[in-house]
C-alpha cells in the first residue's frame, strides 16, 4: 500500500516536548510578516544546503540576512537558535516558510562578513586582535557548552564580524543539543579540515570524550589561521583531501609556531591543540588564560 506522505506544516512558535528539559528562549517576533516585506539587495554567500542574502525591511529600513534553507537541517539550526540568548551568539529574529518549501530565517546582519572574509582580503591578526577574537569566540562556546550545545563547525566562515570587530557564532546546522544523553554525538558532518583528532580515531585521542573539547581544538586551528594567513595544516595554497587532513591531525606534529610569537600566545594554542581531548582546556578555563589579558586598545 502507498503511503502518502503530507507536506510538513511549519509552527513558527517551535515548541518542544515537556520533557525537554534544556532551557529555551523564545524567538523575538519576525520583522517581516511575509517574504514580500523584504528587500533582497545581495547575495551574502552560499554553503550547507543554502544561500545567505543582504536584506531590508521595507517599513523601518533595517538591514538583515535572510538565510534561505533547503533541508531539514534548518530544523535543528532553529531550535538551537531559539535557545539561545548571548551577545557572542547570532541573533534570529524570525522564521517563515517559503510557497516553495525552503525556510527563510530573518538573521543579525553583521556588515563585515566572516573571519573567513577578513582572511581572504589579506587582514593580518595581531596578537593583541586575536585575544580581543578569542575572547569572544569563548565567551559564546562557554554559554553554548554550559546550554549542553556543542557547535561541531567552528571555522573562520562560521564566525561573523563588524565594522567594531565584534565576533558571534554563527551556523548550527550541524551542533547538537546533549540534553538527554551522549549517544549520537559522533556522528558528525562538519568541515574535516577543523575537526579534532578524536573525531578520526576515539579509541587512541577520545580519553574521556564529552564532545566539547572539540570545538575548543576547532578554535586553535581557527586563530592560528589567522594569525599565518592560511590553514595550518597545509602550505599556502594547497589543496586539502580527506586522506591528507587525516594523516595530518591524526599522526603529524602540531602545527608550528612562527619565532616571535609571545610565550601566552603559544602556551594558549597548545591548551587547545593538546591531541587527547581530555587534556583540552576547556571554554571556561581559557578565559582565565593569561593571552586573553593582552589589551586590544594598546594598538
Known sequence: MAVVRQRRQLNLQLSLPESDRCPRFPLPLPPAAAPSDLDRLQVLGHGNGGTVYKVRHKRTDKIFALKVVHGDQVFREMEILRRTDSPFVVQCH???????????????????????????????????????????????????????????????????????????????????????????????????AYMSPERFDPETYGGNYNGYAGDIWSLG????????????????????????????????????????????????IECCLQKESSKRWTASQLLNHPFLGKDLRSE
Open 94 to 192: 524570525g522564521v517563515f516558510e517559503k510557497p516553495s518549501g525552503d525556510i527563510a530565517m530573518v538573521m543579525e546582519y553583521m556588515d563585515a562578513g566572516t573571519l573567513d572574509t577578513l582572511l581572504q582580503k589579506k587582514w593580518t591578526f595581531s596578537e593583541q586582535k586575536l585575544a580581543h577574537i578569542a575572547a569572544q569566540i569563548l565567551k559564546g562556546l562557554s554559554y553554548l557548552h554550559a546550554h549542553k550545545i556543542i557547535h561541531r563547525d567552528i571555522k573562520p566562515s562560521n564566525l561573523l564580524v563588524n565594522s567594531h570587530m565584534q565576533v558571534k557564532i554563527s551556523d548550527f546546522g550541524v551542533s547538537k543539543i546533549m540534553c538527554r544523553s551522549l549517544d549520537a554525538c559522533n556522528s558528525y558532518v562538519g568541515t574535516c
Open 221 to 268: 586551528l581557527t586563530l592560528l589561521e589567522l594569525y599565518l594567513g592560511h590553514f595550518p595544516f597545509l602550505q599556502p595554497g594547497q589543496r586539502p583531501d580527506w586522506a591528507t587532513l587525516m594523516c595530518a591531525i591524526c599522526f603529524g606534529d602540531p602545527p608550528s609556531l612562527p619565532d616571535g610569537v609571545s610565550e601566552e600566545f603559544r602556551s594558549f
